[in-house]
């Protein structure tokens, strides 16, 4: 037996922190001692009952887990060996990783890099890795620090706090958009130039704007998307990994065709295993590990409906780890 938070069918909207044994795990061929799981916006999501996340009933939510290999009927992972899983659908239709174990698909497995612990692994998580993905996309398209200035919205989250400090490392100019002007300070620590306010971005606004950014990494959609699409250079890259202010995009066709602006959807979920791997790869290279662990906190399992609430309320910045075994 061990212990998982579980989500009841939507019609029963109960969310319980409870021992469960093996019976209650998808099916994998690789079973994990889980020690750190995170807290995301799709987490937070489905701890709250709200739709479009969790697919199949009843489920272990958590996008993310590390830990250490505990049994394995496949070659390429053995007993003992650190590991680390972000999406796949885990948390969503395969049980996840608020739980102390979890089985799953051992081709869905990443090992733990070097120099990198299992904690920081989900200080990272799904957030940091969505971060990295957003970045090199960026890299491949041609954007370099000389190229103008890189916009990030959703500053203050997980995706947002990684990416400027990883962006700032690299020598690019950042500036935050934020809907939370008292975490000025936190942003511009991380290594924001400028914080901008949301409310700039919200509402409907002209197809084209003053060019300001050269890219974007945006977890927004909707009109904040679409503000900053009009405002991007000619040739500038966007990058949309999320949806928080809305899955809508209400844009004009001028900036790609009048400007050339490239638009790249990032999927953390099912991004091929060389990307990942390379995306974790440089995670060890461009992101301060200080930084990093001065931007996490860490709680317990039990404590993750009230903070899974916060953040859904913009109540919660930077990363939050979650150490399924206190």
Not at 98 to 126: C, D, H, Y
Request: charged share 15%.
């Amino acid at each position: 037996m061990f212990n998982a938070i579980v989500v009841s069918k939507p019609d029963e909207q109960s969310t319980v922190l409870k021992s469960v044994d093996k019976s209650m795990l998808s099916d994998g061929d690789v079973v994990i001692n889980i020690a750190y799981s995170t807290l995301n916006y799709k987490d937070a999501l489905a701890v709250c009952h709200k739709p479009g996340v969790v697919r199949a009933w009843p489920m272990i939510p958590g996008i993310d887990l590390a830990g250490i290999v505990a049994e394995s009927s496949n070659d390429k992972f053995k007993v003992g060996d650190a590991i680390l899983l972000n999406g796949y659908g885990i948390g969503e239709v395969h049980t996840g990783g608020f739980a102390q174990q979890a089985r799953v698909k051992s081709e869905w497995l990443v090992p733990l890099p070097n120099n990198i612990s299992l904690k920081q692994s989900m200080a990272i998580g799904t957030a940091g890795y969505t971060a990295m993905l957003c970045i090199l996309a960026l890299e491949k398209q041609g954007v370099t620090p000389s190229s103008g200035a890189i916009l990030v919205t959703g500053a203050a989250g997980g995706v947002g706090s990684i990416a400027i400090s990883i962006l700032n490392k690299l020598g690019y100019s950042v500036i935050a958009v934020s809907g939370r002007v008292e975490q000025t300070d936190y942003l511009k620590t991380l290594g924001a130039r400028e914080v901008l306010p949301r409310s700039g971005f919200e509402g409907r606004n002209k197809p084209l704007l003053k060019e300001r950014f050269a890219g974007i990494v945006d977890v927004a959609g909707s009109h904040i998307l679409a503000n900053a699409i009009a405002q991007t250079q000619y040739g500038g890259v966007v990058t949309a990994c999320g949806l928080a202010a809305g899955m809508d995009l209400p844009a004009s066709m001028a900036p790609f065709i009048l400007r050339g602006v490239k638009l790249i959807g990032i999927d953390s979920v099912m991004a091929p295993m060389q990307d990942r791997l390379q995306a974790w790869q440089r995670l060890t290279q461009d992101l301060d590990l200080t930084v990093l662990d001065s931007l996490t906190h860490t709680i317990s399992l039990s404590q993750v409906p009230v903070f899974s609430e916060q953040l859904l309320k913009g109540q919660v910045r930077g990363r939050t780890v979650v150490d399924v075994n206190v």
